[in-house]
């Protein structure tokens, strides 16, 4: 108690100092600092606002308000500034362990992990041991570039028993059918069943393939975990056969379960690009690992996803491999304005005009959109911070940032149609045709 009154009374000074020198910067920091302390957040959090506003500049503040937003639960806030941060490569390595933060609160519990690692390499005092023990880091032990040694304990971080089910993903219908038919049937429980392949899911970036996999493992009521083909191979490129037999060996523990290898073509690039019988045997081991012996597989649904199917070795196509192959279209009119809906509903935004948003958007995927909805929200959120007063955003602001958007689906769809054209293998990729060909059909009808 007597310290609780000491410290109120240090507050109280430093209020009063600033009553006389309300510009001096460095006192309100110290002020805002001791709020801090007493955990009066909320005020402390004005006060680093005030110096911002004179100070935009100040990296410093910046960082406290991003962990003032993390203490009160304001996520996103926090993750706006570690990532304006990161990009702007101010302070780098203190806004990945920030952003990482926010990712494990959000329960983004892989790209805690990559953020984390990175982190720390890049400078090793930044090392957290509640962070790290609570995304089970704890007891792994780092090689001098911040990498696990431990492979078990990285795949049981990436472990999460998803909530969403097909019916939260109405825009994602297409895709969530073919997988439902694919992977469930009513007669057998998900843990029991033995599943002749996996499926591949194909499209452009930021369009729903890993969504679509968490909502099929919330279905089955089962784990899900994502496995960064690129990343695993990079971290662990020795031995990768026996890492990827580890991976397996984790998954079928926890079963009923639904892996998805991400980046599948940087395992099964074709044999003509591959330079060493290594990367071939590598290929072949994880065929092996897929087809399983006796049941070894029983309850584990495996899928695959690429942003480029057309490095994807033909081998991973076998029919008791990844035989089904399911494209991931671009957002339509009707998904784009559900996506809006839903992408706001994470912000403090109000109503917009969802369908103008949506008509305006043509071209961008799911991940496009949220960037916009990001960067909006980011600038607004600095322009208040710089004059004292909050705006409203308004579905003008979202245009404006439309018209600057790099949209990415319109590239992906010219490759598409030069390796439909000149590719020998393009009947393995018959879905992506079929839909450019109805896509094709719907334009001469609207005259476009």
């Given amino acids: 108690m007597p310290r609780k009154r000491s410290r109120l009374r240090a507050v109280d000074a430093l209020r009063a100092a600033l009553v006389e020198s309300p510009d001096n910067l460095g006192l309100r920091e110290h002020f805002a600092a001791s709020l801090a302390l007493m955990g009066e957040q909320a005020s402390a959090l004005a006060e680093y606002r005030r110096i911002l506003a004179v100070d935009p500049s100040r990296v410093s503040t910046l960082l406290v308000i991003a962990e003032l937003f993390l203490d009160l639960g ?9 990532e304006d941060l990161i990009a702007k490569s101010l302070e780098e390595a203190t806004a990945r362990l920030l952003r990482a933060r926010a990712f494990h609160e959000m329960g983004k519990t892989a790209e805690a992990i990559h953020d984390y690692l990175l982190a720390i390499r890049e400078d090793p005092l930044l090392a957290d041991e509640d962070l790290a023990e609570d995304l089970g880091l704890g007891e792994r032990k780092h090689d001098r570039d911040g990498v696990p040694d431990s492979l078990v304990t990285y795949l049981l971080d990436r472990f999460e ?9 109405p825009w994602l219908a297409r895709i969530t059918k073919k997988l439902r038919d694919h992977f469930l049937d009513p007669a057998q429980p998900p843990a ?17 393939k890993e969504e679509a996999a968490r909502c099929l493992a919330g279905e089955m009521q089962a784990r899900f975990v994502v496995i960064p083909v690129a990343e695993l191979l990079g971290m662990w490129p020795a031995d990768a056969g026996e890492r990827l037999f580890e991976v397996f060996d984790t998954v079928r523990s926890h079963r009923p379960a639904v892996v998805l290898f991400q980046q599948i073509e940087a395992l099964g690039a074709p044999f003509t690009d591959m330079h060493d019988e290594d990367a071939q045997r590598l290929v072949k081991r994880f065929t092996q690992l897929l087809q399983g012996r006796r049941g070894e597989n029983r309850g584990v649904a495996v899928l695959a996803s690429t942003d480029d199917p057309w490095r994807v070795d033909p081998w991973l196509r076998q029919p008791d491999l990844f035989h089904r192959l399911i ?6 009119l009707e998904e784009r304005e559900r996506l809006w809906q839903r992408l706001c509903r994470k912000h403090p935004i109000g109503e917009l005009k969802w369908h103008k948003l949506a008509r305006h958007s043509e071209g961008c995927s799911g991940a496009d959109i949220r960037g916009v909805i990001d960067l909006v929200v980011a600038t607004n959120w600095a322009g208040a911070m710089q004059t004292g007063i909050p705006t409203v955003v308004r579905t003008r602001d ?7 958007c790099r949209r990415s689906v319109p590239s992906w769809l010219a490759t598409a149609r030069h390796y439909l054209r000149f590719d020998r293998d393009r009947q393995a990729y018959v879905g992506v045709k079929n839909w450019l060909a109805r896509e094709s059909a719907d334009d001469a009808a609207r005259g476009d």
């Fill in 74 to 82: 304001h996520h996103g806030e926090a993750l706006v500034i570690a």
């Fill in 161 to 169: 028993l998803p909530k969403v089910t097909f019916a939260d993903a």
């Fill in 327 to 332: 494209f991931t279209p671009p957002p339509g």
């Fill in 192 to 208: 029991e069943r033995v599943f002749s392949s996996g499926a591949l899911l194909y499209g452009p970036a930021g369009c729903g």
């Fill in 398 to 404: 979202m245009l404006r940032a439309l018209e600057k």
